[in-house]
Structures are given as structure tokens and as C-alpha cells.
């Protein structure tokens, strides 16, 4: 039977249309891994040797004389950092330069690694990055939102191979940020606590929506999941900005981190997806009221007509059953 469910906090609507005969296996890639690729590509930009064809590096963690990790402006950014914030009014139409940041985070020095696949260290160094990064863009005045974000494979809109992940801030809190924002303060105005903590423990007590539990972490699939295999990585600890990680939180972040991607990569045949954490805004920085969280979104569906026109999701995979077939994958 399909029903409606209702996203607690943004009260956004999906409808959950399990198709009898599918199970979450039929979710499972035709496609070559990424083992198939060269650890070394002669023209990518990103491995060792072509440093030059990036902009310098604004951060880097080196080992042995050789850079593991680098940072380095997005040379086709889409935002550029030397313009000014101020709105400007073309008749009733509102617009401004397009102020903002973007970098690249390459987060290896082999070509064909991935989240899944590296070394718990370069994965620390991945989470580390990040909120290296996350801090240092707090203290640019004109900035309110830092996004961090990973494209993994085309259908998640990237061609280039090489590991990386990408931050882009911005001077503007879009809608789409600001309307959770308010639904959570109104909740926590009405109730006293935080709707995503509530969240938390509702989950824990019906348990059937949970991958894994770790000492600061909860992986779920939540309860009015968009889409097949839609997964949050929620901090168990209260903090609404990503700043506030702490260095025992951050260890146990990339373990976690690399611990569900592996079970996607393992379950379905390493699919592609986006992930990307979702902090409060700059300027709102440590409130009661909001949580901050990872959400990885495997592009296993294409939003269609309906999706588009209703901002209704139709979403084929109970996220119970995909819940329990990542609590079943066996992790080397
Ligand atoms: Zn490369
Ligand atoms: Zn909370």
C-alpha cells in the first residue's frame, strides 16, 4: 500500500510506493568499479606531477615530502571571491555579483581511490580538511553559508575521476536552507529542544530505520526518505555547526563516514551519489534549535515530471527495508 509521509522538520510530502516485486537488490549497479581505473592518469589534473595546472594550494597535508591531500581554488568556479556582496535592483527584478568561494579538495594522491576504498587515513585527513576549511571561511565577513559536498560519478554530475570534494560559500541563505531553519526554530519555540535530537531518539526507539549506531554517531535511513537509499549521518551530540566537531567526533566521523559508504559501494555495486553536510548558516552559528548532519543521496531514480512539479517525491524503496539490507552487508 503507498502512503504519504511527512519530513518532521521541513513538512515537505513524499509518498512511499513500494513496487511489490522489487526488493532493494534490484538497486544493485551494472558497472565497473572504480578498482578497474589506473592508480596514476597522465592528464588528470589532480594527480601527482600536473600541480601546475591548478591554482595553488590554499591548505595541504603533507607526508614524507609528498603533498597527501591539497586544497586548491576551483579554477572553473561558478562564484569568484573579488566581487562585492551588495543586492542590486534591476527594476522589480533583484540580483548581485556573484560573490562567493569554491574549492577542491583532492584528497589523494592515487587516481582510482574513493571514500570506500582509501586508507582510513586519508579519510581522516578528508573530515580534518573539512573543518579546517569550514573554520577558516567562518571569519570572512561577507560569507553566511559554507557548503561541503561530494559529486561521486557522472550521474551525480561530476567527470572527473580523481577523489575530491568540493566547498562553495556564499554571501546568500537560499530558501531552500532558510525554510528548515525556521520550521526547526518554530518547533524548538513550541517544545523546547531540538526537533532533529527528538528525531534521534524516535528513531532509536522504533529501530527499524537505523544502519549502525557509533559512539558519537547515528546512521539512518529517514523516515520520509526522497529516495532509494537516501542515508543521514547524524552527530549524537547536540551542535548545530559543523565548527563545532570535536577532534574524538571527527575520528569516529571518517570511521563512519567510510564505514556506510562501503556498504553502499559493497551492497549495490558502488553507485553514484552526492553527499553533503548540512551546517546552520554562518551568522546563526551554535543554536539549540538546529542539528547539523551528513545526507549521501545515491542517484539511483531520476525526479520526473510529477517530482518537479509537486516537490512530492515518489519514492519505490521503503526506507525500512533499505535500512535493513545495509545493516546485513559484510565490511572487509
Ligand atoms: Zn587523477
Ligand atoms: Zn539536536
Not at 143 to 170: C, M, V, W
Request: glycine share 4%; net charge neutral; proline share 8%.
Amino acid at each position: 500500500m503507498p502512503e504519504f509521509r511527512q519530513n518532521m522538520v521541513s513538512k515537505e510530502w513524499v509518498i512511499i510506493a513500494p513496487e511489490r516485486a522489487k526488493r532493494p537488490d534490484q538497486f544493485v549497479q551494472e558497472k565497473e568499479g572504480p578498482k578497474s581505473l589506473p592508480s596514476h592518469q597522465k592528464d588528470c589534473p589532480f594527480c601527482p606531477g600536473n600541480e601546475s595546472r591548478t591554482p595553488p594550494p590554499v591548505f595541504s597535508i603533507e607526508r614524507n615530502g609528498n603533498w597527501s591531500l591539497r586544497v586548491v581554488p576551483n579554477k572553473f568556479a561558478a562564484l569568484q571571491n573579488h566581487l562585492t556582496t551588495e543586492r542590486k535592483h534591476e527594476g522589480r527584478f533583484l540580483k548581485a555579483d556573484g560573490f562567493g568561494v569554491a574549492e577542491v579538495i583532492v584528497e589523494s594522491r592515487f587516481h582510482n581511490r574513493a571514500i570506500a576504498t582509501m586508507d582510513l587515513e586519508e579519510v581522516r585527513n578528508t573530515v580534518l580538511t573539512y573543518r579546517e576549511r569550514y573554520v577558516a571561511l567562518s571569519k570572512v565577513e561577507q560569507l553566511d553559508l559554507i557548503t561541503i559536498f561530494r559529486n561521486y560519478g557522472e550521474k551525480a554530475g561530476t567527470s572527473l575521476e580523481h577523489p575530491h570534494s568540493q566547498i562553495i560559500a556564499t554571501p546568500i541563505v537560499p530558501p531552500h536552507v532558510r525554510n528548515p531553519l525556521y520550521q526547526s526554530q518554530l518547533a524548538c519555540d513550541t517544545f523546547g529542544n531540538c526537533i532533529y535530537c527528538g528525531m534521534m531518539e524516535e528513531e532509536v526507539d522504533q529501530e527499524v530505520r537505523i544502519v549502525k549506531k557509533t559512539e558519537h554517531f547515528l546512521v539512518l535511513c529517514p523516515f520520509a526518505s526522497r529516495s532509494p537509499f537516501e542515508i543521514r549521518i547524524y552527530p549524537k551530540r547536540h551542535q548545530s555547526s559543523f565548527a563545532t566537531i570535536s577532534d574524538p567526533e571527527l575520528n569516529d566521523f571518517a570511521l563512519v563516514l567510510q564505514d556506510t559508504l562501503k556498504r553502499l559501494a559493497i551492497g549495490l555495486n558502488d553507485p553514484d551519489y552526492n553527499y553533503i553536510i548540512r551546517s546552520t548558516p554562518i551568522k546563526d552559528g551554535e543554536v539549540r534549535y538546529h542539528h547539523w548532519y551528513l545526507v549521501i543521496v545515491p542517484k539511483l531514480t531520476t525526479p520526473a515530471g510529477f517530482e518537479i512539479g509537486t516537490g512530492i517525491y515518489i519514492n519505490i524503496a521503503p526506507p525500512e527495508q533499505c535500512a535493513e539490507f545495509l545493516r546485513g552487508i559484510q565490511i572487509q
